[in-house]
């Protein structure tokens, strides 16, 4: 039988004649000889990753340009940055040694990190409202815990009105409620402090994240390979995933810099059954990342099942390898509890309700995985509670396959997550896109297979080995079988949008008539709200219709819209949803399209003043919504006249088609080719421009697909 000592010696001997990915280049500069007998050069694989790198910085160059009138210094960044990455490929095609390519990466990393300050800057001018209700949550939270007020169990929604926050964008749930409290672990809260204390309060939350991700670019440079080190900066600055995250705001961005370090050649945490002192490090940075959001929660046991899992591989037995997975998962939860422990201590129920909040306030469905049946093709909305049933009998599954094809799946440890992370209630993209750099340092930065000597698995892995993939199988039939079951699940209620009202030149539905029918056996209490974005609006007022609606029963619902920002646009396609909390179901309409065409003004007399009494010719235009000509004869075009004065609106004094000066609006209707044709004349102009807009009246009489305005400038000299 193979010894332990045996095991060992084995491994030191592979390792010691292996060659670690990307050292490639640094033995040929050692030995001064390539493979072929010649002087070290530049691989192609390297070169090829530095010259996409920094062709991938002149998108950010140019989106940085694009607020050179609001900061005048962010000229002179773009222009750097647009220098920067101009040379670094020069470089990157002319330098002939590998030491030469480093020195041009140095660059690309300097000229990555003016990058990324000069587009957040850009970015925060352009729009300084906070894009989700966590950023604002999160800063209130540090506002009150600088007061000494413990924020967990608070109401947090004045940070919405606070920071701007568009109300769409809170979070909503089944019953009808918001989320209104802290609804994370207490380190984002304690990381938001001294950023309010830098930027005096103002996007303290995207100073941070940026601050977050720049130090996470650093790392990740320096831990990687070195002919894979720029993909640091195309992952941060080169791909917009990231930065767009962190300027709006999410916080998960703030465990990217720990889990970073967590992946860095992760397999080799504990190699020999001691931590020494980067084992210890990770697993501070374990603790740090699980304090600041619950996406690191899922991450953690593929981290510690990888580290027993490679320890054996490695020959350790099982008393060995679970002495150094106790260590570090020991420091890992030891971390966590001291970040939380003075919220801990001030209201255990309080900071734990809130640190499960995510898991348990049952959100309304949302995001860009499997929901997306349900939500958008009202297939399998019978039961959402089964998709985040099935999505964590998934993750089960996945780390146990995990755990018995480690020898395969290592490389996927910060991967296999985002898969479970996929099918929840609640999937959106940013609990898996966040993660990026993550994945690029635990694919590049780990030790290579070589570290696990051959034979070595079939030694600690016993006879069972063969009835892996039967066992891989049954992992994932609970969550095969639930999410199925979740897709089998049918809407309960079937909606029929009867009649719209709309309002105005805002061109919006504000008041939907629904017919209701409840085709389940049980009681339910419909919310509803529209969706025209991909993300549901607040629930509309219920204006008439009862507020439970029995099994087998059908009624009437009157629902106006809360605010204009729920109001879908009268020629978008937007569709009505309705919620219930006992049991969670969504029932959605079909696609609904109020009006399918909108209308396009021409003019032909632009840019020069007209003499007073000469005529101006405006024609309107039916286009579709992606902007092409509909020709339908028949359809009622109005077109109106106004002149904007500095202060007040006043009544324009043109005649339209020969109508009575200042008669406002004036109706034609279209040809056959889609087209109405307005014959305009000011005989006594009034030394302001006069604007026209054009609109289509439909057949219910309201009007909709407003044109742009247009102006006519008539001079009386």
Known sequence: MTTVEGLREQRQAVVATAV????????????????????????????????????????????????????????????????????????????????????????????GLVALAAWAASAVAANPAYGTDEAAYEQYAASLLLRGVDPYGRSLLPALRLFQ???QYATYTTSGGVVSSLGYPALPVLLIVPFIWLTGGVQSVQVANVTALAVAMVVAFFVLPRRYRTLAVLGVVGLPILFGYAVAGVNVILAVPFLVVVAWRFTETGVGGRLGRRGMVQAVCLGLAVSVQQIAWFVAPFVLVALWAARRREGLDRGD???????????????????????????????????????????????????????FAGVGGGNLSLYTFGAVALLGGLLACFGMFFGILWRAAFILPSLALFFPTRSLAEYWMTLVLVWVVAVFAAPPSAAFPRGVGAAVGGGWRRWRPVLAVLAFLPGAGLLGAAVASPSPLAMTVVSVRTNGQFQRVWELVVKVVNRSDVPLSPHFATNSIGQMTPFWHRLEGPAVLGPHRSARYLIAAPNVGSMPGITEPFQLDALTSRPETISVTRRITTEPYSAWIYQADVNRIL????????????????????????????????????????????????????????????????????RVVDSSPQGRPVYFQAWVVSKAGYPFGYSEIVDVLWSGK
């Open 165 to 167: 926050v568009p109300i």
């Open 321 to 375: 390898s679970a002495r150094v997975l106790g260590r570090y998962a020991g420091i890992a939860a030891g971390t966590f509890f001291a970040v939380n422990a003075w919220f801990v201590a001030a209201g255990p129920l309080l900071w734990l309700k809130g640190v499960l909040g995510p898991l348990v306030q049952h959100a309304i469905p949302y995001g860009q995985g499997l929901i997306d049946l349900p939500v």
């Open 20 to 111: 670690l990915p990307g050292t490639e280049g640094r033995a040929q500069e050692a030995g001064g000889v390539g493979r072929r007998g010649q002087l070290a050069g530049v691989s192609a694989a390297h070169r090829a990753v530095v010259v996409v790198a920094a062709l991938s910085l002149l998108g950010p160059a140019f989106a940085v340009w694009s607020g050179i009138l609001t900061v005048p210094t962010l000229g002179v960044a773009s222009a750097a940055v647009t220098v920067g990455s101009l040379a670094s490929l020069v470089g990157a095609t002319v330098v002939r040694t590998e030491r030469g390519l480093r020195r041009v990466e140095l660059l690309l990393l300097a000229v």
């Open 611 to 678: 003499p007073a009494g000469s005529a101006a010719t405006l024609t309107v235009e039916l286009r579709s919504p992606l902007g092409g000509l509909v020709r339908r004869a028949g359809v009622r075009i109005e077109l109106g006249q106004i002149i904007y004065g500095q202060s007040q609106l006043i009544p324009a004094e043109a005649s339209i088609d020969g109508a009575p000066e200042g008669q406002s609006p004036v109706e034609r209707t279209t040809g056959p080719d889609g087209k109405a044709t307005f």
